[in-house]
């Protein structure tokens, strides 16, 4: 089916404000009790939020676009398993204030769909729940979707539904959220969450960085995604350390591209005898992107270009950096232009 960036854009704005409808009805349902989340094989939690967000953005994807390529981070196993019967029930329910005509079977079936890869043809990437562990908490988390091409995002999506820029502290929940997107060449911008105004949102534009300046780090909250004291001695390379704000999810980005934070970097954590952690692609997609169009750069730690088509995961890269072109070189001389 043809279309047009833009119309794929705006699609993909519209599935991510519907899937934070279904993720804030199950924040909702559990106000004074305690989500609950199943562990996957790989020990990481999925919560009711997870499938149900991830079943409302592939269906709204679907029925504008037909069969559509997508890289999602979950997928129906655990859900077809009759001990998590209630589970079910839950993700249908959440799903269905989104779209209420989705049932049991369609939302299954919309889990199973079988996975992209980046690596053969262009693509849309999910997480359907980026940072789910803070979501659990109450805290931060984001939706992030994406369409890869050639090995580089060219359309991303970000729903923050707990997110806003104009608190002393952004890494506090809010009561309302945002949404941020990008076209690649069409520059990055951010409007309130649920607002249909596309045409009004406000740009995104990160401020210059001068050498000698603080380094305002944005680090993730979870310390098992990176490890912060090597990305602090990394960011003194540039200049003195200035306030780091650590958060839940990939709204570090709209953060980074909005002058919350100046570096965003992500150090990969060295355990021996284990191998190197590997940065998912759904993970960061949408967020690179929108950070670039605001005026960032990004690369890896070794300064290399961020490749999006190797996988599942950026498998060539090792860890990653993002920020204003000056102080993302003062830390990886070798890093080119965006």
């Keep these: 089916m043809t279309t047009t960036p833009i119309h794929q854009l705006l699609v993909a704005i519209e599935a991510i404000q519907a899937a934070a409808i279904a993720t804030e009805s199950v924040r909702h349902a559990s106000a004074g009790g305690t989500l609950s989340a199943l562990i996957k094989g790989d020990a990481s939690p999925v919560t009711v939020a997870d499938f149900a967000s991830q079943a409302v953005v592939l269906s709204i994807l679907q029925s504008a676009f037909g069969h559509v390529p997508l890289l999602g981070e979950e997928s129906d196993g655990l859900l077809r398993d009759p001990a998590n019967a209630a589970i079910l029930d839950a993700v249908v329910a959440a799903a269905r204030t989104a779209i209420p005509e989705l049932d049991h079977r369609t939302v299954l079936d919309l889990l199973a769909h079988e996975r992209a890869d980046p690596s053969k043809d262009g693509c849309w990437t999910l997480d359907p729940v980026d940072g789910t562990k803070g979501f659990l908490r109450g805290g931060q988390y984001a939706i992030a979707l994406a369409w890869i091409e050639e090995g580089r995002p060219h359309i991303g999506a970000m729903a923050c539904p707990r997110l806003a820029l104009d608190l002393d502290d952004p890494s506090q929940p809010a009561a309302t959220g945002l949404v941020a997107f990008a076209l690649r060449g069409g520059g990055a911008r951010w409007m309130s969450l649920g607002s249909d105004e596309f045409e009004s949102a406000e740009p995104l534009s990160a401020p210059a960085w001068r050498l000698g300046e603080p380094v305002e780090l944005l680090l993730s909250a979870e310390s098992a995604h990176g490890d912060g004291d090597a ?70 730690l070794d300064g290399r270009p961020l490749d999006f088509a190797a996988g599942p995961t950026l498998a060539y890269n090792r860890g990653l950096l993002a920020g204003p072109p000056a102080l993302v070189r003062a830390i990886a001389p070798s890093a080119g232009p965006a």
């Design 231 to 300: 990305a602090g001695e990394l960011g003194l390379r540039a200049g003195p350390l200035g306030r780091a704000l650590r958060l839940d999810s990939a709204s570090k980005y709209v953060l980074l591209a909005h002058g919350r934070g100046n570096a965003y970097m992500r150090v990969p954590r060295i355990s021996p005898g284990k191998p190197e952690r590997k940065e998912c692609v759904w993970d960061h997609a949408a967020g690179v992107l929108i950070a670039e169009e605001a005026g960032c750069v990004t690369s890896d």
